[in-house]
């Protein structure tokens, strides 16, 4: 890991939010010490640095930077290599389309199922109709080379929960590229920075395409 300038990340240790961020960090091999949160019961340190009490929480030379979206887009700023996301203003353009609709649409429904908000069923068929879809636009931004974007890094937290929630993602139509998120997701998971974002718990949740 690159001797870099250590961060402090409070981070809970199954909240797909917190996953996002702590993926960002491998990816970028900065060094980092995790604070384990429980969301239910912040601590008071937590506190201390973040007023809201929420995670993930990123503490770097003494300035604080929450929110889920402000952050991971913080550290590609601070840290520049590997970049995430593309260098030509409409190819960004593009990702950050992509990622507002991530954060708009799935992100919610991932939260309605873990809390047990809504119907469950329809939440279920929301998120897996919508992440079969995306796989194919994230296809079509796909650049040169095998980096990570920022899109990669919001979608593998969620695709790496499908058997958590229970999510069926296969094909209905035999004319499909056979479940291309299958392809996309294991090649996600086979990254070693992915294996260095998870936590125990995480760990734990792997689907059955990863083992």
Not at 7 to 21: E, Q
Not at 44 to 71: I, K, Q
Not at 142 to 169: E, H, I, K, M, Y
Request: hydrophobic share 40%; glycine share 4%.
């Amino acid at each position: 890991m690159r001797d870099r300038a250590q961060l402090t990340l409070y981070s809970a240790p199954t909240c797909v939010y917190c996953h996002r961020a702590r993926l960002v960090l491998a990816e970028k091999e900065a060094r980092v010490r995790i604070v384990n949160i429980d969301p239910d019961e912040p601590s008071d340190e937590l506190a201390a640095v973040n007023p809201e009490s929420s995670v993930p929480t990123l503490v770097d030379r003494g300035a604080s930077v929450f929110g889920t979206r402000t952050l991971v887009a913080y550290l590609d700023e601070r840290y520049p290599y590997p970049p995430l996301l593309p260098t030509e203003p409409l190819d960004r353009a593009r990702h950050r389309m992509l990622l507002d609709r991530i954060e708009s649409r799935a992100y919610p429904l991932a939260d309605a199922l873990d809390l047990g908000e809504g119907s469950t069923a329809r939440n279920k068929r929301a998120l897996a109709d919508w992440l079969q879809l995306i796989v194919t636009d994230v296809g079509a931004l796909r650049t040169s080379g095998d980096g990570l974007s920022l899109v990669d890094c919001s979608l593998a937290p969620l695709l790496w929960r499908v058997d958590q929630f229970g999510l069926s993602l296969n094909s209905r139509n035999k004319d499909d590229r056979d479940n291309a998120w299958r392809d996309y997701a294991a090649r996600l998971f086979r990254r070693s920075g992915f294996s260095a974002s998870l936590s125990s718990a995480e760990a734990r949740m792997a689907p059955a395409i990863a083992r």
